[in-house]
Nanobody, 128 residues
Framework: VQLQASGGGSVQAGGSLRLSCEDSGFRMASYGIGWFRQAPGKEREEIAC????????YYSDSAKGRFTISRDVAKNMVYLQMDDLRPEDTAVYYC??????????????????????WGQGTLVTVSS
């Protein structure tokens, strides 16, 4: 699994961005995928995750109602649609692949360092 996140950029508050996560290793379909973000001076936090077949999705409280995670298994892609962006959404966003249960447990325990495959991040900057 070789993940690459893209789609970050600079937007004004209230705007939208769609992040993409692609696996050039073509094994993504076997894994759950999570989106995490890390703001300056803060710990990395989960935003959303999705099951390997796309039928199950989970969101953090900060993402509910504004962000939507989806995946296109045929295209080997996972997306994070972010609407109504706020300055506090400014962060580097990362995608990660692992068993969905592992992502969920890591999120609850805070022990995310052991998750299997991390992509490089993409920067999202939201201005007020």
């Amino acid at each position: 699994v070789q993940l690459q996140a893209s789609g970050g950029g600079s937007v004004q508050a209230g705007g939208s961005l769609r992040l993409s996560c692609e696996d050039s290793g073509f094994r993504m379909a076997s894994y759950g995928i999570g989106w995490f973000r890390q703001a300056p001076g803060k710990e990395r936090e989960e935003i959303a995750c999705i099951s390997n077949d796309g039928t199950g999705a989970y969101y953090s409280d900060s993402a509910k109602g504004r962000f939507t995670i989806s995946r296109d298994v045929a295209k080997n892609m996972v997306y994070l649609q972010m609407d109504d962006l706020r300055p506090e959404d400014t962060a580097v966003y990362y995608c990660v692949a692992d068993e969905l249960s592992a992502i969920r447990i890591a999120t609850m325990t805070g022990d995310i360092g052991g998750l299997a495959y991390w992509g490089q991040g993409t920067l999202v900057t939201v201005s007020s």
